[in-house]
Nanobody, 117 residues
Framework: QVQLVESGGGSVQPGGSLRLSCVVS????????MGWYRQAPGKERELVAR???????NYADSVKGRFTISRENAKNTVYLQMNSLKPEDTAAYYC???????????WGQGTQVTVSS
């Protein structure tokens, strides 16, 4: 059974940074495109960053230039480095595998990011 465990969230001031981690068990991140998603209260879950099996990355316009997704296959872990955080980045963040441009499989518990002064 595939499990995804996200961590690294917290409360930061605007302009701060956080690094999220997603450890995957029961599957191998190297075989899938992986994505970081977020869901703010009252909003739908959205994809903010993805990385392909070949290492290509793309980002939502709202985070481009501020967030960086990466993958460490040996640790079966995906990261999201978030810099220059804004209050509108406040959300629960989740990772998942991506198949046919859609999240694939069950979700983890997520990690909360709160940006406020």
């Amino acid at each position: 059974q595939v499990q995804l465990v996200e961590s690294g969230g917290g409360s930061v001031q605007p302009g701060g940074s956080l690094r999220l981690s997603c450890v995957v068990s029961g599957s191998y991140v190297m075989f899938y495109a992986m994505g970081w998603y977020r869901q703010a209260p009252g909003k739908e879950r959205e994809l903010v960053a993805r990385i392909t099996t070949g290492g290509s990355t793309n980002y939502a316009d709202s985070v481009k230039g501020r967030f960086t997704i990466s993958r460490e296959n040996a640790k079966n872990t995906v990261y999201l480095q978030m810099n220059s955080l804004k209050p509108e980045d406040t959300a629960a963040y989740y990772c998942n595998r991506i198949l046919n441009d859609r999240p694939f499989g069950s979700w983890g518990q997520g990690t909360q990011v709160t940006v406020s002064s």
